[in-house]
């Protein structure tokens, strides 16, 4: 006998067929790519987390980290379309893509503090940070263009105390009247390590210096475009954030050892905990707006920083730097320790 179908199958394949492709649609995953300012490291730690732990895949993306290095410039990627996210180092950055009418925005920033600091020796006096005005000081070219403008401005220091730094720490060790730069997450414990003492470490940003650090950069046409993706990317590194810093990171901490073999689990575990201790993710704004904070005051008063150093002209406009669409809306919150 012919084999026939009933009507009540035919509903039933068509019914089987339309979940398999609600199925297939909820397994189809937007691609992403997040490009570094540097090898893999803790200060990434939250982007490798969401990686790591899944939740890039939960908010339906498919995300690759490309690290950068000493010889990479992977933000030069982003306005060409190479890369839709790169990790800014500063706000300057923001200030300087408007400047040099670069369509790209800020759209989160993951360190409501810049871990820059300046490194001392101990028992030489240095009880306040105005007595590094004493020092001979270590300073990067990069430095010497923005944050050390700022404290010739406010705290009288000097260019002719001012030499050199290539991220070599011996010339520092060998001057005990001398002070070099550094991240609050890295360079203190490399010094402990190699010279045997704990230097006095002062972070700028305990001084007054109000730029936010480690953010969410990607083209203006993405935002426009596909500004579902840009929050969904924002709010997965947000809760990567979380979880990198106050629960279980040991998974993110095996996928950046792994993309940097060179960094030891001391370490990651020393930047960890001076970023909880210094509130470098998670303070200011971001405990009640939570982590990826920004703020309209926050930027302004920045901004008239660096018009006061002479860093940016007065007649940017800065607003354009920035962006507070896919922000400030707490999430993560409930990850937070109680």
């Not at 820059?116 to 070219?141: C, M, N, R, W, Y």
């Not at 475009?225 to 040991?250: E, T």
């Amino acid at each position: 006998m012919p084999l026939t179908v009933t009507r009540r199958t035919m509903l039933g394949l068509a019914a089987g067929a339309a979940v398999a492709a609600r199925s297939a649609r909820a397994q189809t995953l937007d691609k992403a790519t997040f490009a570094t300012n540097w090898l893999a490291e803790a200060e990434h730690g939250g982007f490798y987390q969401a990686l790591a732990d899944g939740t890039y895949r939960k908010y339906g993306l498919d995300v690759t980290i490309v690290p950068g290095g000493p010889n990479v410039n992977n933000r030069i990627l982003l306005a060409v379309g190479k890369i839709d996210f790169f990790l800014s180092a500063n706000t300057l950055q923001g200030f300087d893509a408007v400047a040099q009418n670069v369509p790209t925005i800020e759209v989160a920033a993951l360190f409501q503090k810049d871990p820059q600091v300046l490194i001392a020796h101990p028992d030489q006096g240095i009880g306040k940070f105005e007595d590094l005005k004493k020092l001979t000081l270590f300073i990067s070219k990069e430095g010497m263009a923005s944050y050390y403008q700022w404290l010739k401005a406010d705290y009288g220091f000097t260019d002719a105390q001012a030499k050199p730094y290539t991220s070599n720490p011996q010339p520092f060790l060998a001057n005990k009247k001398s002070a070099m730069q550094g991240y609050v997450t890295s360079e203190p414990f490399a010094i402990e390590k190699e010279a045997k003492f704990k230097p006095k470490v002062f972070l700028l940003a305990d001084q007054g210096l109000s730029d936010y650090s480690t953010l969410i950069e990607t083209r203006r046409a993405l935002v426009e475009n596909k500004p579902d993706l840009v929050q969904r990317f924002v709010n997965a590194s947000i809760i990567g954030w979380y979880n990198y810093i106050y629960h279980d990171n040991s998974a993110a901490n095996a996928l950046i050892k792994k993309q940097n073999p060179e960094m030891s689990d001391d370490l990651l575990a020393y930047s960890v905990a001076k970023m909880k201790q210094y509130g470098i993710v998670d303070s200011g704004d971001a405990l009640t707006l939570g982590v990826g904070a920004m703020t309209d005051v926050r930027m302004k008063g920045f901004f008239d920083e660096m018009v006061r150093a002479g860093v940016v002209k007065a007649g940017l406009d800065y607003r354009k730097a920035y962006t507070l669409q896919f922000v400030n809306k707490k999430v993560g919150l409930d990850l937070r320790p109680k």
